[in-house]
């Protein structure tokens, strides 16, 4: 073991399910920076960490060198596990081949990390095992019991506990190899504490509160002091019927007299909206992403193009405000799958369903539209950038 050295470890393998769709929280931007940059920039400019190792999802390795772009190096990139213990545990291993004296295991999602934090949690690492940042419990606490109030709790001597978590390195590594509990520990001091170490708190900062859900990112911009300007794209796209008994529409499969025609699985209601994000971001359109002469989009689900214009929304640090979308057509009724598909497009993109909607017009039999011979879908999306 090297005395001298302390290495910190990034654990950036979850899915930020709490988010919503889209590309994985650590890789978005925050200011026109991916967030694991930020959280990487600060370990790695610190005069006492060594090195910065990092676990990422399986699958997620491309996300993550292109969040780090080409100067961030990390000493190892390991794969994750099913639980944020488990992706603790391998990216450990992976450091043990040369065992450092110190470590701080720090969460990718927690992307401001104030250097004061840093210098505390080393200083506290000469008094004892182990150091955690922690912040006062300032609200009221109750039980949450469904929608009724439960009863207080005394929230005197409570705290909440933040990240970087810094720890004697053989100390957490054995913690961790001995960890035999049923229930999963959300963090690395319970999985010490359970081996019998004391660990110090020393004070946290707001500022490293944890992107957890999509109104955190929001919040950060305005913790940065980004500005945002709003954007509006929009989008419009037409397909002729064939033979067929149903339409793909807004994710969902509707029954109809006829078909869609169309290289992908010819959901009008989503091209219009993918075409919208697009323009927002000034990105060309679905046909110069998906051409329909690459046989690799022939009968594609369409969820997959609006999901990949959402994510170069995010990946330059956009947020969805609203969609709106108009189908034009004289049937099939769309009133009766209205809500299903404003769910649908929600789930698509991580947007509650009251930034979601969808409004249906005919062209009184007018129009090729109105002569039943296609549809037509326009849309309208708002997003809120930071000004380059
Ligand atoms: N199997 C997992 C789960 C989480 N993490 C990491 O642990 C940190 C804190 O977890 P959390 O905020 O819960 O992230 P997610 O698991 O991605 O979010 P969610 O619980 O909403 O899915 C994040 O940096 C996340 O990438 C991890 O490395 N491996
Ligand atoms: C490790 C942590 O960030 C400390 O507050 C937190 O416990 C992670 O919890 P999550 O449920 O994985 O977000």
Redesign the pocket.
């Known amino acids: 073991m090297d005395e001298n050295r302390t290495v910190a470890l990034i654990v950036a393998a979850g899915n930020g399910t709490r988010m919503g769709g889209g590309i994985p929280k650590q890789y978005r931007q925050v200011g026109g920076v991916a967030v694991i940059a930020r959280a990487f920039d600060a370990l790695a400019a610190h005069s006492g960490i060594d090195a910065v190792h990092v676990v990422t999802g399986a699958g997620q390795e491309s996300l993550l060198r292109a969040a780090l772009g080409e100067g961030r190096r990390p000493a190892t990139i390991t794969p994750g596990g099913a639980t944020?213990r488990e992706s603790v545990k391998a990216g450990l291993e992976a450091i043990a081949a040369t065992p450092p004296a110190r470590v701080l295991i720090h969460?990718a999602a927690r992307p401001f990390l104030p250097a004061p934090v840093i210098d505390r949690l080393l200083a506290a690492l000469g008094e004892a095992p182990g150091a955690v940042p922690t912040l006062p419990v300032v609200d009221t606490l109750v039980r949450a019991e469904g929608g009724t109030l439960g009863d207080s709790v005394d929230r005197a001597g409570l705290a909440r506990?933040?990240?970087p978590q810094a720890f004697h390195f053989d100390t957490i590594l054995a913690a961790h190899r001995g960890w035999q509990d049923d229930a999963e520990p959300?963090?690395d001091a319970q999985v010490a504490r359970a081996a019998g170490h004391a660990i110090l708190a020393v004070p946290g900062d707001t500022m490293l509160e944890?992107l957890?859900h999509e109104a955190d990112f929001a919040a950060a911009e305005a913790r940065l002091g980004v500005a945002m300007t709003s954007r509006v794209g929009m989008g419009y796209d037409v397909h002729a019927f064939s033979d067929g008994d149903h339409i793909m529409l807004c994710g969902l499969k509707i029954p109809h007299s006829h078909a869609l025609a169309g290289h992908s699985d010819a959901d009008v209601g989503l091209h219009a909206i993918t075409d919208a994000l697009l323009g927002c971001i000034a990105d060309g359109d679905i046909g110069s992403h998906f051409p329909p002469s690459d046989a690799r989009w022939k009968g594609a689900d369409s969820g997959t193009f609006l999901q990949h214009a959402a994510s170069l929304v995010a990946a330059q640090g956009g947020i969805i405000d609203h969609v709106d979308l108009t189908i034009i057509c004289e049937a099939p009724k769309v009133g009766p799958h209205r809500d299903a598909m404003r769910a649908k497009i929600g789930e698509l993109l991580g947007l509650p369903i009251g930034r979601v909607s969808v409004k249906a017009t005919t062209t009184e039999q007018l129009g090729f539209t109105g002569r039943r011979e296609g549809m037509a879908a326009q849309a309208v999306a708002s997003v809120r950038m930071p000004i380059a």
Do not use: L
Request: aromatic share 0%; charged share 45%.
């Open positions: 944020r969460d506990v933040q990240t959300t963090d944890k957890t």
